[in-house]
């Protein structure tokens, strides 16, 4: 199974902003389908395509139902989000425990419902899980493409599974010991000409000070080249006032 296993369903939204916005959500995670349940705004929306930025493609491939069971017919499992728990009898999950119920070979959609009211009893009712992202207690109510991007999230990391390592583009190679020490060695002299260093019963200790938090760095060969050039500069500075 993967993500284009998928399926996104705000049933009866109400704002064209807030499909666009879904739309950039599910595209930044990769997943594909999208799907509008009577929508309350117009449809085709330019206020959904400005929002969409880079996922128009999303907004073309979106298909439109009068309902939520025949927007549902061909999938499998269905997650319903709520941020309130129903007196109904349905399985209530948190949106971290998502990936444990989603199962391999299966067609899942995920219902949203309108902005000002969320989904029905009777909507929830074709759901076989209620879903809840964890939230203040007293403020819980969260706006539909926040709410969409927290369940992207949950379900992009259940597929990736390897853990993300991330390569950065800077070159430089990390300073070896005995660059460090040169210009530590540096800063001291200059440090002992002008009398920092005292007095002299805490002169180590403050040597001692110096050299950890420059170690602690882990600078690289260029920074040092950097602070070399700085305190040489600083020096002649001070040397010409």
């Known amino acids: 199974m993967s993500l284009?296993?998928?399926?996104?369903?705000?049933?009866?939204?109400?704002?064209?902003?807030?499909?666009?916005?879904?739309?950039?959500a599910i595209k930044?995670?990769?997943?594909?389908y999208l799907r509008l349940v009577k929508p309350r705004c117009s449809w085709p929306n330019q206020k959904a395509l400005a929002t969409s930025v880079g996922a128009k493609d999303i907004l073309k491939t979106i298909k439109i139902y009068d309902s939520v069971e025949k927007s549902i017919q061909d999938l499998d499992i269905i997650f319903a989000s709520s941020s309130r728990i129903r007196k109904i009898n349905k399985k209530v999950i948190s949106v971290t425990n998502l990936k444990q119920k989603i199962k391999?070979?299966?067609?899942?959609?995920?219902?949203?419902?309108?902005?000002?009211?969320?989904?029905?009893?009777d909507e929830i009712n074709c759901a076989n899980y209620l879903v809840k992202i964890p939230s203040n207690k007293k403020f819980s109510s969260l706006n539909l493409s926040h709410s969409a991007i927290i369940f992207c999230f949950e379900i992009f990391k259940h597929f990736s599974g390897t853990k993300t390592?991330?390569?950065?583009?800077?070159?430089?190679?990390?300073?070896?010991?005995?660059?460090?020490?040169?210009?530590?060695?540096?800063i001291i002299k200059g440090l002992d000409k002008k009398g920092f260093l005292q007095p002299e019963h805490?002169?180590?200790?403050?040597?001692?000070?110096?050299?950890?938090?420059?170690?602690?760095?882990?600078?690289?060969?260029?920074?040092i080249r950097i602070l070399l050039g700085i305190f040489t500069t600083l020096n002649d500075f001070n040397k010409k006032s």
Do not use: D, T
């Open 104 to 121: 391999k070979g299966r067609k899942i959609g995920v219902l949203f419902g309108p902005e000002a009211s969320g989904l029905s009893n």
């Open 202 to 223: 805490k002169r180590q200790s403050m040597i001692r000070n110096i050299n950890n938090i420059f170690h602690r760095l882990n600078l690289s060969e260029q920074e």
């Open 28 to 32: 930044n995670f990769n997943i594909k």
């Open 165 to 186: 390592e991330y390569k950065i583009g800077y070159k430089s190679s990390i300073a070896k010991k005995s660059e460090v020490n040169k210009f530590l060695n540096f």
């Open 4 to 24: 284009s296993n998928i399926y996104f369903i705000l049933v009866r939204p109400q704002i064209g902003e807030n499909i666009g916005s879904v739309a950039r």
